[in-house]
């Protein structure tokens, strides 16, 4: 496909479903989700629905209604947009750390709140890292650790009532990391 073609496709877009628009903006946008016939995009605090409407979409930011109705090919860049701007200054994004599901010698697989899997690789992480070894950074006093990932920091967050259980889960990831050859810096 030639750069004019890639390029009026971005440009003209015309979907035939809300699925095929979730489709398209899930490969640019992490928290976002399908229900109920309407997109979801989560920001901290700020929630963006998309919902169909004759043939254009109709938007909602926290719950109201915003004037006006979009397009196919606008009502991408808006969205987009409106992750951009809320990620303008994102440095780090908290995950709990019963999120992860897998830790492999090449790194993390974790689910987001729409329970979208997410790899964090410890090459790249260590290539961030403060040494050509070390993919993060934790505190037990706190219950985190911070991964060196090259976009935005993941910082995976231990909860629960029982100290034991975060301990032990705390340990077992501080132990796969060392088994997969890399290290964490402690700050407690």
């Not at 971005?10 to 016939?37: P, Q, T, W």
């Not at 808006?78 to 010698?105: P, R, W």
């Not at 690789?121 to 650790?145: H, L, Q």
Request: include cysteine; proline fraction near 1%; aromatic fraction near 16%.
């Amino acid at each position: 496909m030639k750069d004019n073609e890639k390029l009026y496709k971005v440009y003209h877009r015309n979907y035939k479903s809300i699925e095929e628009l979730y489709d398209d903006l899930s490969d640019a946008i992490l928290n976002i989700g399908l229900e109920n016939n309407k997109i979801i995009i989560h920001y901290y605090s700020d929630t963006l629905e998309i919902e169909p409407c004759h043939l254009r979409y109709r938007t909602y930011l926290n719950g109201k209604k915003e004037s006006g109705e979009w397009e196919d090919q606008d009502i991408y860049f808006y969205a987009v947009e409106f992750v951009h701007e809320q990620q303008k200054g994102l440095t780090e994004l908290e995950m709990n750390d019963t999120s992860i599901i897998q830790i492999t010698n090449e790194g993390i697989t974790y689910a987001d709140e729409f329970d979208r899997k997410h790899f964090i690789s410890f090459e790249d992480c260590a290539m961030n890292g403060p040494t050509a070894s070390c993919v993060a950074e934790r505190d037990i006093t706190k219950w985190y650790f911070k991964f060196y990932s090259s976009s935005i920091s993941i910082k995976f967050v231990f909860r629960g009532l029982f100290a034991f259980k975060k301990r032990k889960r705390f340990e077992a990831l501080r132990q796969a990391i060392i088994d997969s050859g890399y290290t964490s810096y402690d700050l407690s």
